[in-house]
Nanobody
Framework: QVQLVESGGGLVQAGGSLRLSCTTS????????MGWFRQAPGKERELVAF????????FYANSVKGRFTISRDNAKNTVYLQMSTLKPEDTAVYYC??????????????????WGQGTQVTVYS
């Protein structure tokens, strides 16, 4: 059974930092692209960042470029999202996702193999 479990969300003041973690089980982690998505109230879910199998390729949405860093530890089956200089507009539920394919090539979110349950990030000014 595939499981993705996010942690690290919370309430933080604007300008602060948080690190999200997503620990996985039941999937070939070292062969999976790992991604972070987020969904703000009243908005569609959007791709925030993804990282390739060995971490050699990363992608960031323009809205988080320079502030967020995605990384992975294949020995721990865990992917991280370091979020810095947080803004109120970063408030959302953050979801971890896994797929053998690069997320930029997947046209429908419903086609993504595995999802976590989400963790809430709230940034207040």
């Amino acid at each position: 059974q595939v499981q993705l479990v996010e942690s690290g969300g919370g309430l933080v003041q604007a300008g602060g930092s948080l690190r999200l973690s997503c620990t996985t089980s039941g999937l070939p982690f070292s062969n999976a692209y790992m991604g972070w998505f987020r969904q703000a109230p009243g908005k569609e879910r959007e791709l925030v960042a993804f990282i390739s199998w060995r971490g050699s390729i990363t992608f960031y949405a323009n809205s988080v470029k320079g502030r967020f860093t995605i990384s992975r530890d294949n020995a721990k089956n865990t992917v991280y999202l370091q979020m810095s200089t947080l803004k109120p507009e970063d408030t959302a539920v953050y979801y971890c996702a896994a797929d053998p394919r690069p997320f930029g090539t997947i046209k429908e979110e419903s086609a993504i193999s595995s999802w976590g349950q989400g963790t809430q990030v709230t940034v207040y000014s």
